[in-house]
């Protein structure tokens, strides 16, 4: 059995909202629910980030961007530009 961490996260309400009305149809925790929609997607991602990004870090030292304001746009490309890289 996979061993489980408790996270907090800030979501747009919109998110929030989504996440809990598909859990509930489908009868099934929002933790479980999120577990499972980011397992895959992240651990590709996070194969994608190690190998392309090997010498270059887009982000400095403890540098961790929030979706408001002017980091919205930055976030966005980010995201984009590890897309674009995944075939």
């Known amino acids: 059995m996979a061993k489980f ?15 809990r009305y598909c859990s509930a149809v489908l009868g099934i925790s929002v933790s479980a629910l999120t577990a499972e929609l980011l397992a895959e997607t992240l651990s590709h991602m996070s194969m994608q980030l190690h190998e392309a990004l090997r010498t270059e870090r887009p982000g400095s030292a403890g ?12 976030i966005r490309e980010r995201l984009a530009e590890l897309e674009r890289q995944m075939p």
């Open 5 to 19: 961490q408790r996270t907090t996260m800030t979501l747009p309400q919109s998110v929030t909202q989504d996440l």
């Open 63 to 74: 540098e961790q961007r929030r979706l408001v304001g002017g980091s919205i746009a930055v």
